[in-house]
């Protein structure tokens, strides 16, 4: 009896080990003209970029991945390639549990990326569509600017530094009014970590304190919230 028990035990520490092992995330795709070299799955862990998962690849340009996480977060797709080539290429996607595809060719890595799965990534991915063209425009001005200076225009170096300015202000009332009214999105606190963190930390601190409390408790949440209180230490000390 006692060694039926023991039987019955290991069976079901089997089960749980293997569902443990399943993960809630699985991330499968192709990655076209690539033959040989190693994918990483990475994330940010305590600022530091850990590898969760890799393999390599010989031959076969499909790829999969299962792993576990407890919430939407940024993961990356790190691609190191064994093409004589030490430029190597590295994709940042928004996950979340479930099943996400990755597809993309290995002539431009980064630019025929296609991921599909997850509504955080794509909320993100129509984010960043529109901050290209403030950063369009930006860059526009800034080659303006230099050629004005090449011709010794004062004027017009001084007129384009205040579009500059002007820009630069519409950009970040963009992002902040962006997260005013997706208080309950989990890309909403990773923006503002990422686009806007040397931003005026009142109103950092008036966007944390209006997310919903889901987000306000969520990994990039208490990001920011730590971000909140080392930029008014960090002020604090300054006045002293």
């Known amino acids: 009896m006692f060694r039926k028990f023991i039987v019955v035990l290991a069976v079901l520490g089997?089960?749980?080990?293997?569902k443990e092992t399943k993960g809630n995330l699985?991330?499968?795709?192709?990655?076209?003209?690539l033959k040989e070299g190693t994918l990483f799955?990475?994330?940010?862990?305590?600022?530091?970029?850990?590898?969760?998962?890799s393999l390599i690849v010989s031959g076969d340009p499909n790829f999969s991945f299962t792993t576990t996480i407890d919430e939407p977060e940024v993961l990356y797709l790190y691609l190191d390639k064994k093409d004589f080539n030490d430029l190597n290429d590295r994709l940042d996607?928004?996950?979340?549990?479930?099943?996400?595809?990755?597809?993309?060719?290995?002539?431009?890595?980064?630019?025929?990326?296609?991921?599909?799965g997850s509504k955080n990534h794509d909320d993100l991915e129509k984010f960043k569509d529109f901050m290209t063209k403030?950063?369009?425009?930006?860059?526009?001005?800034?080659k303006d600017g230099l050629e004005a200076q090449k011709q010794a225009d004062t004027k017009k170096v001084e007129e384009i530094n205040t579009q500059i300015d002007n820009y630069s202000k519409s950009r970040?009332?963009?992002?902040?009014n962006y997260a005013f009214t997706n208080n309950d999105k989990e890309i909403t606190p990773?923006?503002?970590?990422?686009?806007t963190y040397d931003a005026n930390v009142r109103f950092l601190d008036t966007i944390y304190k209006q997310l919903t409390p889901k987000i306000a408790d969520?990994?990039?949440g208490k990001e920011l919230k730590e971000l909140i209180k080392k930029r008014k230490e960090k002020e604090t000390a300054a006045t002293k």
């Open 14 to 18: 089997f089960i749980a080990c293997g």
């Open 218 to 220: 969520s990994k990039y």
């Open 41 to 53: 799955l990475q994330k940010v862990k305590d600022t530091t970029l850990i590898t969760i998962d």
């Open 190 to 195: 990773y923006i503002i970590t990422t686009e």
């Open 172 to 176: 970040i009332r963009y992002i902040l």
């Open 93 to 116: 996607f928004f996950a979340e549990p479930g099943e996400m595809t990755i597809h993309t060719t290995l002539r431009r890595f980064q630019n025929d990326v296609k991921i599909t």
């Open 26 to 33: 699985t991330i499968s795709g192709k990655i076209d003209g």
């Open 134 to 142: 403030f950063n369009t425009k930006e860059l526009s001005l800034f």
